[in-house]
């Protein structure tokens, strides 16, 4: 689950990591108040409008702006909230649709007039897989595409990995302040920093954190003045009040109503819809069909209740997607048995009326060969295998006509 910014530095804030100040606002009015707030509380003379969207690169669609005044504020908030904002990571990128803006953060203004007395850091936690633990990578060059620096100068890119046993350790934060260059005063504050950053990424079931930038302010201050947040759905139920900060807004509608089915459901670019039992066999019929020639139009997880109703559901929403030209259902069947999908397929199809795109079920495990029987003696054009292969061979011929 992603969180705005706002939402973001309120979580890190919880755990005493120093962050940029702000308040969110959902229309003009809001945004005058928040910036008068602002001034109250921190003497700031300047504020940044920045939108609230789930996608970064929101600076280069136009979606965070400097306001000097109040008739600066009143101007970017009113042309940012409202707006189609469209970044390189919004759907389609700069050329897509963008998404809808519906609120902005008004930020207060901590870079020092004397720009070259600022520095600006990247700074990331997440889980390195393959390494099995977690990781702190960092940069002097904060505030571009870490992508473009890992490219451009790997050199410029560390990693510091946290054994899971020990947790992160003293030595390892002086070792990122050291590596960024730091002294004195602000060697201290980031020591600090990356202590607090990590406690939150543990308390909070992250899967990921990403500030960018972290800016040491001309007064050698330690900030996060943007930063992304990802947590851990299968750990929300710990969470309950970082639960409540999900925007459905910002999620893909059809990905939102799966959810509410019970189903795990992601879409894609293919032809082919997925229908499956279990997530690692789901990636491994989106690989099958790729093998055959086709594209996965989704991953689609209907747990293992595989029941007439879910599999309904989980129908209508794959039938969505004008761009699938043939479904494949792929059901093992170990707790749940063959022969009760076959029927819930069955019913589904029945229940739904005409579907016009050819669908291939296979179905393997408890009663398979009964399941085979139903569908076949069903009289639905629904083609029937048992064998991953033939699975395969069915869609790579539906393709083809």
Known sequence: MNLHEYQGKSLLKSFNVAIQEGI???????????????????????????????????????????????????????????M???????????????KLVRKVLVAEDVYAPDFDANKEFYVSILMDREKKCNVIIYSTEGGMDIEEVAEKTPHLLHKEYIDPELGLQSFQ??????????????????????????????????????????L???????????????????????????AEMRDTDEEDPTEVEAKSFGLNYVKLDGNVGCMVNGAGLAMATMDIIKLSGGEPANFLDVGGTA?????EQAFRIILRD????????????????????????????????SIEVPIIVRLQGTNADLAKKIIDESGLAVHSAILLQEAADLVEKVLKG
């Open 84 to 98: 189609m904002l469209k970044t390189p990571q919004t759907p389609g990128g700069l050329n897509g649709e963008g």
């Open 307 to 311: 029941d007439a109703a879910r599999v």
């Open 173 to 214: 934060t002086r070792k990122v302040a050291f590596n960024l260059g730091l002294s004195g005063k602000a060697f201290k504050e980031m020591t600090k920093f990356i202590a607090s950053l990590y406690k939150a990424f543990l308390g909070s079931d992250a899967s990921m954190f990403e500030i960018n930038p972290c």
């Open 24 to 82: 969110v606002a959902n229309n003009v009015d809001e945004a005058v108040a928040a910036y008068k707030q602002l001034q109250e509380e921190t003497g700031t003379e300047f504020a940044v409008i920045k939108a609230q969207i789930h996608a970064g690169g929101r600076g280069k669609g136009g979606g965070v702006k400097l306001a000097k005044n109040l008739d600066g504020i009143k101007e970017h908030a009113g042309n940012i909230i409202g």
């Open 322 to 353: 004008p761009n699938v030209k043939a479904i494949l259902i792929n059901i093992f069947g170990g707790i749940v048995r063959c022969d009760r999908v076959a029927q819930g397929v069955v019913d589904a199809y029945k229940n739904m009326g």
């Open 216 to 242: 040491k302010t001309g007064d050698d201050r330690i900030l996060a003045v943007d930063c992304k947040v990802t947590l851990d759905d299968n750990a929300l139920y710990r969470h309950p009040n970082l």
